[in-house]
Nanobody, 115 residues
């Protein structure tokens, strides 16, 4: 069974940091683009960052300069380092893998930025 499992979410104060991780199992995702999405309450799901199978990255404007995506091909995992967090970063963060016409989703991890 193919699974993506996120971890690392939680409650953090504004200006703080969190590191989200996504571990893959049941398949290898080395040929897939790995993406972090987020969905805030009442909002549509939005792309945060993507790292391609070749290692190139792309960021949403909201993440630029604060968030860093990285992947470990040996461990088939992807991480999202989030710094200088703001209340508007509060959302459920989802890990996603994309390969040609196939896509897989994790169950999501909650991030709450609040004092």
């Amino acid at each position: 069974q193919v699974q993506l499992v996120e971890s690392g979410g939680g409650l953090v104060q504004p200006g703080g940091s969190l590191r989200l991780s996504c571990a893959a199992s049941g398949a290898t995702f080395s040929g897939s683009d790995m993406v972090w999405y987020r969905q805030a309450p009442g909002q549509q799901r939005e792309l945060v960052e993507v790292v391609s199978s070749g290692g190139s990255t792309n960021y949403a404007d909201s993440a630029r300069g604060r968030f860093t995506i990285s992947r470990d091909f040996a461990k088939d995992s992807v991480s999202l380092q989030m710094n200088s967090l703001k209340p508007e970063d509060t959302a459920v963060y989802y890990c996603n893998a994309q390969f040609i016409s196939q896509t897989w989703w994790g169950q999501g991890t909650q991030v709450i930025v609040s004092s």
